[in-house]
């Protein structure tokens, strides 16, 4: 394949302005909730940013999704960007095994106003998962939790999405350590059997964007 050069340097300053010009600004709970993740220290890496919420919310409405799912949850900052977008009656089901950090985001969904949407489980996220109806109910899930466990997440929660619903994984390209050959690395190893895993499901349609940190968006068909 050739090689096409990519010239755009996604500068912080560029990415406030591409926020700054999409629908759902960073309101002051969202802006609150990143600043209280970040007193949290390294750690805070694992916050999704705006440009990444505002996705989600886009995805989520796009879809006109009601039934959602997240597994790990984090500070909340991905929960908040995906219950915005679904109706008074939609649900939110997060999963997640801090309690700690999850009460951070509790008390942002209440500012906001979301905390009827959202439906905080903790414990671990497979158990959770697996005591959810079989049916395919579920328009939307979004995974970013612990890498060995998403070929596992991915096997339980697609049987319940329904025709036409999205899954979205995070961090599927890890820091472009995917195409490291040498890597050794657990998560890189566990990554590259999800997305293989992915791409070869004869259930979905996959497309896997080289932004953020590599996010793996799968539309479930309407024939499997």
Known sequence: MTDVPRTLNVTADLRDY?????TWPVDRVLADL?????????????????????LLTFLTGMIGARDAVEVGTFTG????????????????????INEEWTSIGQRAWKRA?????????????????REL?????????????????????????LPRVRPGGLLIADNVLWSG????????DPDVQALRAFNDLAVGDHRVDVVIVPAF?????ARKRSTS
């Open 77 to 96: 900052y991905s929960s908040l960007c995906i219950a915005r977008a679904l109706p008074d009656d939609g649900r939110l089901i997060c999963c997640d």
């Open 213 to 217: 940190d590599g996010l793996l968006l």
């Open 34 to 54: 990143q600043a209280e993740t970040e007193e949290l220290g390294p750690i805070a890496t694992m916050q999704i940013g705006a440009d990444q919420g505002q």
């Open 113 to 129: 106003g979301l905390a009827d949407r959202i439906d905080l489980r903790l414990g671990r996220g497979l158990d959770t998962v």
């Open 177 to 184: 350590r995917i195409v490291d050959e040498a890597s050794d």
């Open 133 to 157: 109806p079989r049916a395919e109910h579920i328009d939307l899930v979004f995974i970013d939790a612990d890498k060995g466990g998403y070929v596992s997440y991915w096997n339980e929660l």
């Open 18 to 22: 591409a926020v700054a010009h999409g």
